[in-house]
């Protein structure tokens, strides 16, 4: 493992192109055989910790900020373009993951609960797991304390509000559980 700076690890065989910026005095873990292209930003903020496991792939122009929380992505996800991951509260995405572009997926939420203006209320931070295998089509939006199952499916342009069980094909705004993915369900 190749140590660029005392906070950063970016193995050797990891691929940044050349215009990836990796911002903030947090700590950042890039595995063997990453690949980011171009434009991707890479913020941890002051002391928040961003990960991205082996053989994963940021594509052009994605920005993941970590606002002293944490991303940690696993193994072999593909993060599509422009997509946006907030980590305030911390996101978690497992193994195999595809996320399409323009995606936006925010581990916070703002507090409205009284006559004082929102941005001075401060923000709730519950977190976001995606679990192993699933599927987030384009322009979809992942809100904070959501939890998506194991090879879930989720429609293009859906928003998730709640959590979701594994094997479902989801989608609308708000984001609802369709059908079972499972083989014997496509009969």
């Not at 050797?12 to 873990?29: F, P």
């Not at 089509?137 to 090879?151: A, K, P, Q, S």
């Amino acid at each position: 493992m190749t140590v660029t700076e005392s906070k950063r690890q970016i193995d050797s065989t990891a691929n940044l192109k050349s215009t990836v910026i990796i911002s903030g005095k947090g700590t950042v873990i890039i595995e063997p055989y990453v690949t980011i292209e171009d434009y991707v930003l890479i913020d941890t903020s002051e002391f928040g910790l961003i990960h991205i496991g082996t053989r994963s792939k940021l594509k052009h122009g994605a920005i993941l900020r970590a606002y002293d929380g944490y991303i940690k992505i696993g193994n072999r996800v593909t993060i599509g373009e422009y997509s946006i991951l907030a980590g305030h509260g911390g996101i978690v995405i497992d193994d195999t993951v595809a996320i399409a572009g323009h995606c936006y997926i925010t581990a916070q939420n703002h507090i409205y609960s009284s006559d004082i203006p929102i941005r001075f209320q401060g923000e709730t931070t519950k977190g976001i797991n995606i679990g192993f295998g699933a599927w987030i089509g384009g322009r979809c939006v992942i809100l904070d304390g959501t939890n998506l199952g194991e090879y879930c499916i989720i429609g293009a342009g859906s928003v998730v509000t709640k959590s979701l069980s594994k094997n479902m094909i989801c989608y609308g705004n708000p984001c609802k559980e369709i059908h079972s993915r499972k083989p014997q369900d496509f009969d």
